[in-house]
């Protein structure tokens, strides 16, 4: 059987596709710019403030939502969001957060450049 394996060319394998992460991010941001795939967004709230978040193809807080306005409770404190399969993107990933009672967020996006 472990001569079976060694037997397959290696050029049969399809290479793992990969994702790249932003910085850790605390505000509004245009997170990535040029086109791409939107794999997920991790958050980590403050804990006691809920948050709500769009995410726009574009450089700024306008053009077209990526996905409906997401509204998150404060608890638990990191909260992932994957896309299967991702999300197209051709401008960039804008990320407007609003954390309500003036709380804290940090977050990072992951995405695949095209």
Do not use: H, W
Request: hydrophobic residues 45%; negative net charge; proline residues 7%.
């Amino acid at each position: 059987m472990v001569a079976l394996l060694f037997a397959v060319p290696a050029f049969a394998f399809e290479p793992p596709e990969y994702m790249n992460f932003t910085a850790t991010l605390d505000d509004d941001a245009a997170a990535v710019t040029g086109a791409g795939y939107l794999y997920g967004i991790v958050f980590v709230t403050d804990g006691s403030n809920a948050l709500a978040c769009d995410v726009y193809n574009a450089l700024s807080a306008t053009g077209t939502k990526l996905v409906p306005t997401l509204q998150m409770a404060a608890s638990p404190r990191i909260q992932t969001l994957n896309f299967d399969p991702p999300i197209p993107y051709s401008l960039g990933v804008y990320v407007d957060v609003t954390v309500a009672g003036g709380g804290t967020i940090a977050y990072m996006v992951y995405y695949r450049k095209r």
